[in-house]
Each structure stands twice: as structure tokens, then as C-alpha cells.
């Protein structure tokens, strides 16, 4: 695991010495920039695909925005040829650095139980948002407590894609799998449209409390 930490940290794994996988994934997480085959591009831009964050990638597969790679190693040989630019890596690299990106620990912030409960003392609006967050449905997909699912669904961005997990996305800038949309609150707006939920105002201002708190 140390080895893979190293590598994890090393340019030189890059065909042109230009980046490591630190570069995108600082400290494990993401740069929250968006890349073409490893190429900078602006969000919503055809091809765009956010930096994805390696925070308890343990607990959950498939990988990809597309689903395509069904281990953590098969993700890594992705980045290595295409994000990195470089060629196949020899079975110890990979090993080595896939031991270390499943050590990563997922992002848990304390605030809340592992059946999706907020901790006390929570505020009243996100404890009414996460009764709002099983009757909208979010849970099905979002599941406590990675909030996030094996499958890959449609709703509404262009075809099927995983769902990414709701830990820590209020600390995130622009989210979807191409940065569609601006922040919580439009992406919350956007999916609740498509999935032909209606909320009150204090409803939807309940469930982006309790999203908040994840
Ligand atoms: C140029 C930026 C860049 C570099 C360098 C990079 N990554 Fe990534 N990484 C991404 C992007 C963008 C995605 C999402 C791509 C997609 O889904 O199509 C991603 C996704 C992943 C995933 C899948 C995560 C998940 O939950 O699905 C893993 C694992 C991963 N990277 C590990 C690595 C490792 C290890 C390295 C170094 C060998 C590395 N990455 C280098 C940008 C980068
Ligand atoms: C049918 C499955 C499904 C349901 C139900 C669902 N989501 Fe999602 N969610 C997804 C998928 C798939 C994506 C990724 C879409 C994309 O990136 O194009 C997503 C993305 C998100 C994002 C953006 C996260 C990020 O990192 O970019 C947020 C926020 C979100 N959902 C919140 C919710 C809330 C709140 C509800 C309940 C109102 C909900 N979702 C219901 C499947 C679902």
C-alpha cells in the first residue's frame, strides 16, 4: 500500500512525466475540473466527465460515470492509459495502486447514522428532509449510507449513468456527470422535475437541508 501511495504521488507514470494521479485526485478526492480522454475541457461541453472522487471506492462499484469498469483495477488501467497518457502498467503498479485507492476511507463527516438518520442535535428542517428524502424517492437510489447504487439509471442528462454518492456534495462545485448543473439546489430542481415529484417550498428546503448534512 505504501508503494501504491508513492506511485499514486509519481509523474513519471504519465507518458509525458505532465501529471500523477495526485493531480486530479488531490489527497484521494477530486480537482472538481472535467476532462475528455484526459484532456481539460469546459463543464458541459460534449465528452465533459467530472473528476470523480476516490473517497470509499471500496464500498462502491461499478466504476466510471458510465459504469464501464467493474473493478477499482480495471478503472485504474483506464486512467493509466488514457488520463495519464502513458502505456499498460506492469501487474505490480496496478496492484500496488489499486491496494492504496481502496484504503482510501470513505467521507463521513459524523453527522449522520448508518440508516441515514442525521445525528442529534440536527435542525428540524433536516430531520423532516430526510423523512422528504424517502418519500421523494431519492433513497432508491441513494441508498444509506453510500447514497449511491450498482445500477445505472436515466433520469433526464443523456442516457444512463451511475449514480454518484450524495457524502459530501454540498461541498462540491458544479455537479452531473458533465457539470450541467450549477449547484444543489438546480440539480435538486432539475431531478425532482424529471421524476414528476412535486414538493412545497418548505419540503424542497427540508430535503437540501438534510442533502447538506451528508
Ligand atoms: C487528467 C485527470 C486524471 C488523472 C491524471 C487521473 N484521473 Fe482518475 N479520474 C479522472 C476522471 C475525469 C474520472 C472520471 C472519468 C469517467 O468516469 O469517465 C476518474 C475516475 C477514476 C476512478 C473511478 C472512480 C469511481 O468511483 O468510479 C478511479 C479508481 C481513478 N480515477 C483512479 C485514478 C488513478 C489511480 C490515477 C493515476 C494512475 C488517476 N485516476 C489519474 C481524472 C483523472
Ligand atoms: C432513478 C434513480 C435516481 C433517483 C430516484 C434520484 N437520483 Fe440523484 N442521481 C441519479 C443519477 C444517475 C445521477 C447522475 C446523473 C448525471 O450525472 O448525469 C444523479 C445525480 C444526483 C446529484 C448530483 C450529484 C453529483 O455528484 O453530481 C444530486 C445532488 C442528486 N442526484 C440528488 C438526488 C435527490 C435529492 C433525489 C430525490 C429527489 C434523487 N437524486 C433521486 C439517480 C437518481
Same mark, same amino acid.
Given at each position: 500500500?505504501? @508503494? ?9 507514470? =504519465? ?5 500523477? /494521479? ?6 484521494? %478526492? ?19 466527465? @467530472? ?17 464501464? %469498469? ?7 488501467? +483506464?486512467? *493509466?492509459?488514457?488520463?495519464? +497518457?502513458?502505456?499498460? !502498467?506492469? =501487474? *505490480? ?9 481502496? =484504503? &482510501?476511507? %470513505?467521507?463521513? $463527516?459524523?453527522? &449522520? ?14 430531520? @423532516? ?11 432508491? /437510489? ?7 447504487? @450498482?445500477?445505472?439509471?436515466? &433520469? ?5 449513468? =451511475?449514480? !454518484?454518492? *450524495? ?6 462545485? +458544479? ?25 412545497? $417550498? ?10 447538506? *448534512?451528508?
Amino acid at each position: 500500500m505504501q @508503494r501504491g501511495a508513492l506511485l499514486f504521488l509519481d509523474p513519471a507514470l =504519465s507518458g509525458d512525466g505532465s501529471r500523477s /494521479c495526485s493531480t486530479c485526485h488531490p489527497g484521494g %478526492a477530486s480537482d472538481q475540473l472535467f476532462y475528455d480522454a484526459g484532456t481539460e475541457v469546459p463543464p458541459t461541453s460534449a465528452g465533459a466527465r @467530472r473528476t470523480l472522487s476516490l473517497r470509499g471506492a471500496w464500498q462502491t462499484p461499478p466504476y466510471l460515470w458510465d459504469g464501464s %469498469a467493474a473493478t477499482v483495477p480495471d478503472a485504474i488501467a +483506464r486512467m *493509466l492509459r488514457v488520463e495519464m +497518457r502513458g502505456g499498460d !502498467p506492469s =501487474s *505490480l503498479d496496478l496492484k500496488s495502486l489499486a491496494a492504496f485507492v481502496l =484504503s &482510501i476511507p %470513505a467521507y463521513d $463527516n459524523g453527522r &449522520i447514522q448508518p440508516e441515514g438518520e442525521p445525528v442529534e442535535p440536527a435542525t428540524l428542517s433536516a430531520r @423532516r428532509g430526510f423523512a422528504v428524502f424517502q418519500q421523494a424517492k431519492c433513497a432508491v /437510489c441513494h441508498p444509506p449510507p453510500t447514497y449511491t447504487h @450498482r445500477f445505472q439509471f436515466d &433520469i433526464g442528462t443523456g442516457g444512463k449513468w =451511475s449514480v !454518484p454518492t *450524495l457524502r459530501g456534495v454540498s461541498q462540491l462545485g +458544479r455537479l452531473g456527470h458533465d457539470g450541467r448543473w450549477a449547484d444543489l439546489e438546480q440539480a435538486m430542481q432539475e431531478i425532482l422535475a424529471h421524476r414528476e415529484v412535486e414538493l412545497t $417550498n418548505a419540503e424542497f428546503y427540508q430535503l437540501k437541508a438534510y442533502v447538506e *448534512l451528508l
